[in-house]
């Protein structure tokens, strides 16, 4: 060990006895930071991570490490030491690695002279250090592989020049065999082996901040080969070619090809082998989480899992596929037997591409492919079939994926969130399934289903509801034998066992008026418990058979675990606008994305209020931009919260109309909405906008001259109104709000908190804006640089954070509480007699119970599609955030937060924070002067060190 460190020693003064070292390094750092800032244009993605410091290593490390090896034994060889260092009493593999070891360290000196750069992408974002740290560890492992190929080729010739080639040739070869240039010509299969070959696509998974125990043997195989090859060509320099030293050389040989071999076949063997890896990233991205595996784990029929993937397809989708089948492979193991694992081609098997065509509506896209000489059109398949009894669901490339388009015009396709695409297609087929009769049978204990009535006050029209309720219940019992126990409670006997005060302390029962004026009240209430678990159910409709079974099977899906659950959304009418010249335009307004993302999880359904009531089988009702509601609709809002449900409300005052004089946007007071109603609960939305210097820019077109001919091109403004929320200014404790790297409200209202009203009840400010931001009545949005040249708008005297979104959770007080019914017929006066209804007159519950949650946004148009148009042209992805929160404020009203952790750990990116490109331009400035000083720094301390050590020999007295 002593011999090889004096070695390496050696070595790495002979690199510092030089500018050599400096200019390699240096020339090293100047490359890595043009590529970071300019070719990869890092503030122009907008993205805190560092895959642009890494996506250029592969090639930059060629270079480098032909460069630092080119000289190791050819130059020893043209200048005659090489005799010498050979008649030493050193073994040849002392030799090698010491040479080895001194080009490592110089390696590692120059990666580590660019980690201001991570340092400086986590001052200005969130940034995750796992695949920071597994792009550094895959770049060690390459430049060893590297070196060790340098320091072979070095061996074989006395020229410099050629050895520098001859390594980058044959580096450059093993980094060619997996990329995409090669694989394109090549089927899936064969292109799958040469992505196992090549040493840039091993590289990637490494980076990405996954440690696969085959990349690292890869790797380590690698340098282990091409070391051991230098031993021999080392070897046979020493010995002569006659008959005596023949059995040596055959022997040397031979152990040399062994080792060789038994490398190779050990990458062989493991390469089948998945699970063997280590997740760096922080939230563990890359491996299952325990809600996949307890779905998979609870699985009761077999599942089918199918993929869909054409031998020939996009150049840019075929090296998503073996992360897709490795991905499914570990759906099969953790599922322990009960998903069963189908990868086809439906190009080579008519039968399943019919039967995927016929039956699961799955077709080949067509992509076009540009080529050298020719752009063709290919037809693939790229999907996923997710298959359980008769429910399947599937999966294309547009769910799957994620296409991102750089400055430069290339284009960066990766898979989106692959673990939460498919157990949310798994969840959607397992619990669409099961029946209640599944449900009922699965209890430990029966469910038991108790009527509370009064008999002889109820309403004419609800006299054979109970004779209804109990054939309904009969039915659903007969569908699992003693799993369902049926009750009557007659409230106005005296031997009720329970009484009305007991059942209003304990459940929240309140009874119904039975007319509008009169002062009688009746009771006709359903209990379901289940275990534990009490759920009161308020049938709505006209009491039908069909709605009350509604009723009670919705009831039992949500107390069971096995059932998907129902999002109500209601969103404002389609109005079509007119433009400045007076044309019609299609509605400016629409919330599709929202309704998209909502149905990965869930079944969505649009909801219709107007009757006054929210249908029964709804979980959850999320309303959006609410406006021109009557009182028969915020009736039936309110009810469903006094119910014990969960609303989740989009609140702002303002939404986004046509300036038709100016021809852009502007806004417009909504009418109609839930403020006061909201106001009645505690929860204040004021009439005003929040403004803050912290905000996500406005994409601005802009023309300018070039050359003689105008140019229009996106530019980014400051644009108060788009707040920017930080994880700093999140209640992250939340669920709803954790693990979000931003988010931003347009046009946001703050909101107050009334604490008296609120008394009691768990109330978490999710979002704030930050201390400078301020607030303005004015509804004007558009800029004036003419008055304010600095940030186009007036900005207030009174700065201070504001909150902009709340999650409540407690007993509320309803907001018609003592209120005439929106139900009374027009024209009848308080003390006439009641004309008969026509229908049903749902009354009025005056409380919820505990178990009521209500989430409000200060800004309805964060949802909006345009405003996501508008993000995406500068922010590209970051309006996903945006539907993330309502995705996790959805699944926090529904105690669903199984899928929570599994969103979070998506690859939503990790925003900047905005920045002007002055300042841009300065933090550049600064990584360029860091990287100057380093090697300032590194040269002086070098030449201090060689200044103040006497010279040594290479093998002392005492090792020889």
Same mark, same amino acid.
């Given at each position: 060990?002593?011999?090889?460190?004096?070695?390496?020693?050696?070595?790495?003064?002979?690199?510092?006895?030089?500018?050599?070292?400096?200019?390699?390094?240096?020339?090293?750092?100047?490359?890595?930071?043009?590529?970071?800032?300019?070719?990869?244009?890092?503030?122009?993605?907008?993205?805190?991570?560092?895959?642009?410091?890494?996506?250029?290593?592969?090639?930059?490390?060629?270079?480098?490490?032909?460069?630092?090896?080119?000289?190791?034994?050819?130059?020893?060889?043209?200048?005659?030491?090489?005799?010498?260092?050979?008649?030493?009493?050193?073994?040849?593999?002392?030799?090698?690695?010491?040479?080895?070891?001194?080009?490592?360290?110089?390696?590692?000196?120059a990666?580590?002279?660019?980690?201001?750069?991570?340092?400086?992408?986590?001052?200005?974002?969130?940034?995750?250090?796992?695949?920071?740290?597994?792009?550094?560890?895959?770049?060690i492992?390459?430049?060893?592989?590297?070196?060790?190929?340098?320091?072979?080729?070095?061996?074989?010739?006395?020229?410099?020049?050629?050895?520098?080639?001859?390594?980058?040739?044959?580096?450059? /070869?093993?980094?060619?065999?997996?990329?995409?240039?090669?694989?394109?010509?090549?089927?899936?299969?064969?292109?799958?082996?040469?992505r196992?070959?090549?040493?840039?696509?091993?590289?990637?998974?490494?980076?990405?901040?996954?440690?696969?125990?085959?990349?690292?043997?890869?790797?380590?195989?690698?340098?282990?080969?091409?070391?051991?090859?230098?031993?021999?060509?080392?070897?046979?320099?020493?010995?002569?070619?006659?008959?005596?030293?023949?059995?040596?050389?055959?022997?040397?040989?031979?152990?040399?090809?062994?080792?060789?071999?038994?490398?190779?076949?050990?990458?062989?063997?493991?390469?089948?082998?998945?699970?063997?890896?280590?997740?760096?990233?922080?939230?563990?991205?890359?491996?299952?989480s325990?809600?996949?595996?307890?779905?998979?784990?609870?699985?009761?029929?077999?599942?089918?899992?199918?993929?869909?993937?054409?031998?020939?397809?996009?150049?840019?989708?075929?090296?998503?596929?073996?992360?897709?089948?490795?991905?499914?492979?570990?759906?099969?193991?953790?599922?322990?037997?009960?998903?069963?694992?189908?990868?086809?081609?439906?190009?080579?098997?008519?039968?399943?591409?019919?039967?995927?065509?016929?039956?699961?509506?799955?077709?080949?896209?067509?992509?076009?492919?540009?080529?050298?000489?020719?752009?063709?059109?290919?037809?693939?398949?790229?999907?996923?079939?997710?298959?359980?009894?008769?429910?399947?669901?599937?999966?294309?490339?547009?769910?799957?994926?994620?296409?991102e388009?750089?400055?430069n015009?290339?284009?960066?396709?990766?898979?989106r969130?692959?673990?939460?695409?498919?157990?949310?297609?798994?969840?959607?087929?397992?619990?669409?399934?099961q029946?209640?009769?599944?449900?009922?049978?699965?209890?430990?204990?029966?469910?038991?289903?108790t009527?509370?009535?009064?008999?002889?006050?109820?309403?004419?029209?609800?006299?054979?509801?109970?004779?209804?309720?109990?054939?309904?219940?009969?039915?659903?019992?007969?569908?699992?034998?003693?799993?369902?126990?049926?009750?009557?409670?007659?409230?106005?006997?005296?031997?009720?066992?329970?009484?009305?005060?007991?059942?209003?302390?304990?459940?929240?029962?309140?009874p119904?008026?039975?007319?509008?004026?009169s002062?009688?009240?009746?009771?006709?209430?359903?209990?379901?418990?289940?275990?534990?678990?009490?759920?009161?159910?308020?049938?709505?409709?006209?009491?039908?058979?069909?709605?009350?079974?509604?009723?009670?099977?919705?009831?039992?899906?949500?107390?069971?675990?096995?059932?998907?659950?129902?999002?109500?959304?209601?969103?404002?009418?389609?109005?079509?606008?007119?433009?400045?010249?007076?044309?019609?335009?299609?509605?400016?307004?629409?919330?599709?994305?929202?309704?998209?993302?909502?149905?990965?999880?869930?079944?969505?359904?649009?909801?219709?209020?107007?009757?006054?009531?929210?249908?029964?089988?709804?979980?959850?009702l999320?309303?959006?931009?609410?406006?021109?509601?009557?009182?028969?609709?915020?009736?039936?809002?309110?009810q469903?919260?006094?119910?014990?449900?969960?609303?989740?409300?989009?609140?702002?005052?303002?939404?986004?109309?046509?300036?038709?004089?100016?021809?852009?946007l502007?806004?417009?007071?909504?009418?109609?909405?839930?403020?006061?109603?909201?106001?009645?609960?505690?929860?204040?939305?004021?009439?005003?906008?929040?403004?803050?210097?912290?905000?996500?820019?406005?994409?601005?077109?802009?023309?300018?001259?070039?050359?003689?001919?105008?140019?229009?091109?996106?530019?980014?403004?400051?644009y108060?109104f788009?707040?920017?929320?930080?994880?700093?200014?999140?209640?992250?404790?939340?669920?709803?709000?954790?693990?979000?790297?931003?988010?931003?409200?347009?046009?946001?209202?703050?909101?107050?908190?009334?604490?008296?009203?609120?008394?009691?009840?768990?109330?978490?400010?999710?979002?704030?804006?930050?201390?400078?931001?301020?607030?303005?009545?004015?509804?004007?949005?558009?800029p004036?640089?003419?008055l304010?040249?600095?940030?186009?708008?007036?900005?207030?005297?009174?700065?201070?954070?504001?909150?902009?979104?709340?999650?409540?959770?407690?007993?509320?007080?309803?907001?018609?509480?003592?209120?005439?019914?929106?139900?009374?017929?027009?024209?009848?006066?308080?003390?006439a007699?009641?004309?008969?209804?026509?229908?049903?007159?749902?009354?009025?519950?005056?409380?919820?119970?505990?178990?009521?949650?209500? $989430?409000?946004?200060?800004?309805?148009?964060?949802?909006?599609?345009? $405003?996501?148009?508008?993000?995406?042209?500068?922010?590209?992805?970051?309006?996903?955030?945006?539907?993330? /929160?309502?995705?996790?404020? $959805?699944?926090?009203?529904?105690?669903?937060?199984?899928?929570?952790?599994?969103?979070?750990?998506?690859?939503?990116?990790?925003?900047?924070?905005?920045?002007?490109?002055?300042?841009?331009?300065?933090?550049?400035?600064?990584?360029?002067?860091?990287?100057?000083?380093?090697?300032?720094?590194?040269?002086?301390l070098?030449?201090?060190?060689?200044?103040?050590?006497?010279?040594?020999?290479?093998?002392?007295?005492?090792?020889?």
């Amino acid at each position: 060990m002593k011999q090889m460190l004096s070695i390496t020693r050696k070595e790495i003064e002979g690199y510092f006895g030089s500018p050599m070292a400096l200019i390699f390094v240096g020339a090293f750092l100047l490359v890595t930071l043009f590529s970071f800032f300019w070719v990869d244009t890092f503030f122009a993605r907008g993205i805190a991570d560092v895959r642009p410091l890494f996506r250029w290593m592969p090639l930059l490390m060629i270079f480098l490490v032909a460069a630092l090896t080119m000289r190791q034994w050819s130059e020893e060889q043209r200048s005659g030491t090489l005799e010498v260092l050979l008649t030493l009493p050193v073994r040849p593999i002392q030799l090698v690695v010491g040479k080895f070891l001194a080009v490592m360290a110089l390696v590692i000196v120059a990666l580590a002279l660019t980690f201001f750069l991570p340092i400086t992408v986590s001052l200005l974002g969130n940034l995750d250090w796992g695949p920071v740290l597994g792009g550094y560890l895959a770049a060690i492992l390459l430049a060893a592989a590297y070196a060790a190929i340098g320091l072979f080729v070095s061996s074989r010739t006395d020229n410099q020049i050629v050895a520098l080639m001859l390594t980058a040739l044959l580096c450059g /070869l093993f980094y060619l065999l997996g990329s995409g240039g090669v694989t394109d010509f090549v089927g899936d299969r064969f292109g799958e082996i040469l992505r196992a070959i090549g040493s840039g696509s091993r590289f990637e998974s490494i980076q990405r901040g996954v440690v696969d125990l085959r990349d690292l043997l890869y790797y380590l195989s690698l340098t282990g080969i091409f070391l051991m090859l230098n031993v021999l060509s080392l070897d046979s320099k020493r010995w002569s070619s006659g008959e005596r030293t023949r059995p040596h050389r055959r022997a040397m040989t031979l152990t040399s090809l062994l080792v060789v071999a038994n490398l190779i076949l050990l990458n062989v063997w493991l390469y089948p082998l998945r699970g063997l890896r280590l997740d760096l990233t922080a939230q563990r991205e890359y491996s299952l989480s325990p809600t996949t595996r307890d779905l998979l784990g609870n699985l009761q029929e077999p599942l089918l899992l199918r993929g869909y993937f054409s031998e020939k397809t996009h150049p840019l989708l075929a090296p998503l596929v073996p992360r897709i089948r490795d991905m499914l492979q570990e759906y099969k193991v953790a599922s322990g037997g009960k998903v069963e694992l189908d990868i086809v081609d439906p190009a080579k098997d008519p039968d399943k591409e019919a039967e995927a065509n016929q039956t699961y509506g799955i077709r080949p896209l067509p992509f076009q492919v540009a080529g050298r000489y020719e752009t063709s059109i290919i037809n693939s398949y790229f999907d996923i079939l997710v298959r359980y009894g008769d429910q399947y669901e599937t999966l294309n490339f547009q769910d799957l994926i994620e296409v991102e388009v750089e400055r430069n015009g290339d284009v960066d396709v990766r898979l989106r969130n692959l673990e939460y695409d498919l157990t949310s297609a798994i969840k959607k087929v397992v619990y669409g399934f099961q029946s209640v009769g599944a449900v009922l049978a699965a209890l430990d204990t029966p469910a038991q289903l108790t009527l509370y009535v009064t008999p002889k006050t109820l309403p004419q029209w609800l006299a054979e509801v109970p004779a209804t309720i109990e054939k309904v219940a009969q039915d659903i019992g007969d569908e699992a034998p003693g799993k369902l126990i049926y009750t009557v409670v007659d409230l106005s006997d005296p031997a009720s066992p329970i009484t009305p005060q007991e059942l209003y302390n304990r459940y929240g029962m309140q009874p119904f008026m039975a007319s509008l004026f009169s002062g009688e009240s009746y009771y006709l209430h359903l209990l379901l418990q289940v275990g534990d678990q009490a759920q009161v159910i308020y049938p709505s409709g006209e009491l039908s058979e069909a709605d009350v079974r509604t009723g009670i099977e919705s009831a039992l899906k949500r107390a069971s675990p096995g059932f998907l659950q129902v999002v109500g959304l209601w969103t404002p009418p389609a109005q079509p606008t007119q433009d400045m010249f007076g044309q019609t335009q299609p509605p400016l307004s629409s919330w599709q994305e929202l309704s998209t993302a909502l149905r990965q999880e869930y079944e969505v359904r649009s909801v219709n209020l107007s009757s006054g009531q929210v249908p029964a089988d709804v979980d959850v009702l999320v309303v959006i931009a609410p406006q021109g509601m009557t009182d028969k609709e915020r009736f039936a809002i309110d009810q469903y919260l006094m119910r014990g449900g969960s609303v989740v409300v989009a609140a702002g005052n303002y939404g986004i109309t046509l300036d038709q004089f100016a021809g852009g946007l502007a806004l417009r007071p909504l009418e109609g909405n839930l403020r006061e109603m909201l106001a009645s609960y505690g929860i204040q939305v004021e009439e005003s906008l929040v403004m803050d210097p912290q905000n996500e820019p406005f994409p601005v077109p802009v023309i300018r001259k070039v050359g003689g001919f105008q140019v229009q091109e996106i530019q980014a403004m400051n644009y108060p109104f788009f707040v920017d929320v930080r994880p700093d200014a999140m209640a992250t404790a939340s669920p709803i709000v954790s693990n979000l790297p931003a988010v931003t409200l347009n046009w946001a209202s703050p909101i107050t908190v009334d604490e008296a009203k609120n008394a009691g009840r768990q109330v978490t400010a999710l979002l704030r804006s930050s201390p400078a931001s301020w607030t303005q009545t004015d509804i004007n949005i558009q800029p004036n640089f003419d008055l304010y040249p600095d940030t186009g708008f007036a900005v207030g005297s009174e700065r201070a954070s504001h909150t902009l979104a709340v999650a409540v959770q407690g007993s509320f007080e309803s907001f018609f509480k003592g209120k005439p019914s929106p139900f009374a017929a027009a024209g009848t006066e308080e003390g006439a007699e009641a004309p008969p209804p026509e229908e049903p007159v749902p009354g009025t519950i005056e409380a919820s119970p505990d178990t009521a949650r209500l $989430v409000v946004f200060g800004s309805g148009e964060f949802v909006n599609d345009t $405003v996501f148009n508008i993000s995406s042209r500068l922010t590209r992805d970051r309006y996903l955030n945006s539907l993330k /929160l309502m995705q996790n404020a $959805v699944a926090w009203a529904t105690e669903d937060l199984d899928l929570l952790s599994i969103r979070s750990r998506g690859t939503y990116a990790r925003v900047l924070k905005p920045m002007t490109e002055s300042e841009q331009s300065l933090w550049e400035g600064a990584n360029y002067a860091v990287a100057l000083l380093s090697l300032i720094v590194l040269g002086v301390l070098w030449s201090v060190r060689r200044r103040n050590e006497q010279p040594m020999e290479l093998i002392t007295t005492n090792d020889q």
